[in-house]
C-alpha cells in the first residue's frame, strides 16, 4: 500500500518551501524505501528552492541523509529491512562507458528509483539529487543506500551523503592532496571545512582558510585550517600567495562557484598546480579571462562531482575513520532542527549562522 508521509516541498522559484502530505509507493524491483532519522541541509538544496539546478518543480528537497531500510522490492540482495544506511546519489550502473573503463566514481547513469512520489493530487515530485529525504520515508534505488556501522550518530554520519563527502572528496580524490601540500579552500561552510578535514587527513601541512565571515573561519580553525583570510579584508590571492612562500598553494578548492571566487582559485595556485571547483554554479555565471593565463601556469582545471566518491568505498572508511577520532563529523553539526523548520535553516545558513542544520525524525 503506498503511504502518507510529511515532506519539505519547494513549488516554485523563490517561493518558501513547506511541509506537504507526500505519497510514497511501495518499493518496485531494485527499490527500497527507506525511514529517514536525519537530513542535513546543504546548499544545493536552497539552489533548488531558487531555481538554480532545473525547473522541475515541484521538488522534494533533502539529500544529505541516514536512515533504516523499511522494505524492499523485489530482486534486492545488497540491503535488507532492518538495515541502517546513509544514502547517496552515485548508485552505479555498472555498464556506462566510465563504469567500464574502472572509473565508476564518474558513472553517467547512476540508479534511482523509477518509480515517482506524489502529493496528494497525484502530482509527480522530482526529489532533489534523486534522494528527496526532508521527508518521514522515502523511496530510492537500493543502490543508493549504503550500509555502514549502527552505532554511530545518525546525524554525523549521515552527513557524508553530500556536504561532507564532496568537500572531502574534492581534496583527496579530485584535488589528490597529499603531504607536504600547501592547500586554500574558498568558502568555508559545510563543504569547505570538510575539504579542509580532508587535507588534514591526506598530511597537507600548509592549509589556509578563506572566507568573507570571521566566524567561518574560526570554525575552519577547529577543523583543521593552519591559516585563515577574511576575503573582504584584502585581496585573497595576494593573502594566499603571502602564505605560501609567494608562490600559490599547491591545490586551491572553490567551494562557493562563483566567477570570482572560481578567478581567485586560479591565481592563487603556484605554476603547475590544481583547481578543484566544487562549488556549484548557476547557468547565468560566465568567466573571461586571457587564454594564456591558462596555458602559462600549466597544472589542472577540475570540478569535483560529489567529491569524486564511491559511495560503497568512501562512506564505511569516513565512518571509520569517524569512530576512531580522526575525523570529527560531529564538528559539523551546528544545530538539530525540526522537519518544519527547513525555511528557516536555509536563512541561518545564508545568514551564515551554521555550518550544517540536520532534521531529526
Ligand atoms: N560538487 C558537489 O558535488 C557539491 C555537493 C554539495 C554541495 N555543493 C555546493 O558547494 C557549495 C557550498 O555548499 P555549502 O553547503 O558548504 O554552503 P554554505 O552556504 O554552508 O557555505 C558557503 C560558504 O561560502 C562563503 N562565501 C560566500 N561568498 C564568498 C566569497 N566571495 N568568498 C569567500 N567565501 C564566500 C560563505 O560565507 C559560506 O561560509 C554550494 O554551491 C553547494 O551547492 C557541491
Ligand atoms: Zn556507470
Ligand atoms: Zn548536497
Known sequence: MPQQVRGVVARGKGRPVGVETIVVPDPGPGEAVVKIQTCGVCHTDLHYREGGINDEFPFLLGHEAAGVVESVGEGVTDVAPG???????????GKCRACLKGKPWYCFSTHNATQPMTLEDGTKLSPA?????????????????TKVDPSVSPAAAGL???????????????????RGDS???IGCGGVGDAAIAGAKLAGATTI????????????????GATHTVNAKSGDPVTAIQDLT??????????AVGRPETW?????????????VLVGVPTPDMRIEMPLIDFFARGGALKSSWYGDCLPSRDFPYLVDLYQQGRLDLDAFVSERI??????????????????RSVVVF
Open 245 to 254: 612562500g609567494g608562490f600559490g598553494a599547491d591545490v586551491v578548492i572553490d
Open 263 to 275: 578567478k581567485q582559485a586560479f591565481y592563487a595556485r603556484d605554476l603547475a598546480g590544481t583547481v
Open 129 to 145: 539529487l534523486g534522494i528527496g529525504a526532508f521527508a518521514e520515508k522515502t523511496l530510492v534505488h537500493s543502490g543508493q543506500c
Open 160 to 178: 557524508l551523503g553530500c556536504g561532507v563527502m564532496a568537500g572531502i572528496g574534492a581534496a583527496v580524490n579530485t584535488g589528490a592532496v597529499t
Open 338 to 355: 525540526a522537519l518544519d523548520q527547513v525555511e528557516e535553516a536555509f536563512e541561518r545558513m545564508h545568514r551564515g549562522d551554521v555550518l
Open 83 to 93: 538495515d541502517f544506511v546513509i544514502l547517496n546519489w552515485r548508485a552505479v550502473c
Open 208 to 223: 589556509i582558510a578563506v572566507d568573507v565571515d570571521d566566524r567561518k573561519l574560526q570554525w575552519a580553525k577547529g577543523i
Open 183 to 185: 592547500v586554500a579552500v
